[in-house]
């Protein structure tokens, strides 16, 4: 058994898709037409047959509850794992993205937390170079 598809709630699939791919860098997958929606994913591009997050849209009131909750407590709705997290940093800053907490060390890894304007904090690890 392996993780497939994976998701994270959105409340616009257009702005997301835009963040996602043209700001974080990740790859479009799957983009199919659902009436209203559609069946977005997105992969890593060091992975592109790996997992798909799969941009799904918040209309249900848990999922907007659920996420409006979480971002109030700072608490991020998922972790995206970098090698180097000072170059990722740096890289999102200068693309506009907004932090809501630098890199910081965390036992055996650095953390960093940003918004990724569609309602969700999002934190990116990057494990601590042991020697």
């Not at 058994?1 to 257009?14: A, E, H």
């Not at 963040?19 to 799957?30: E, I, N, P």
């Not at 055996?108 to 494990?127: E, K, R, Y």
Request: charged share 20%; aromatic share 10%; proline share 8%.
């Amino acid at each position: 058994m392996r993780i497939g598809v994976t998701s994270v709630f959105v409340d616009d699939q257009d702005k997301a898709e835009a963040f996602y791919t043209d700001v974080l860098g990740f790859q479009l997958k799957h983009k199919v037409p659902l009436g209203e929606y559609h069946w977005l994913t997105v992969v890593s591009p060091a992975d592109p047959d790996g997992t798909e997050l799969l941009l799904e849209p918040d209309q249900h009131p848990a999922a907007k509850a659920y996420k409006s909750a979480l971002s109030a407590d700072g608490i991020p709705m998922m972790v995206f794992t970098v090698d180097d997290i000072d170059t990722e940093y740096q890289r999102l800053l200068d693309r506009g993205v907004y932090f809501t907490q630098p890199p910081q060390p965390m036992g055996q890894v650095v953390t960093a937390v940003f918004d990724d304007t569609c309602g969700n904090l999002i934190s990116l690890n990057s494990p601590v170079a042991t020697d």
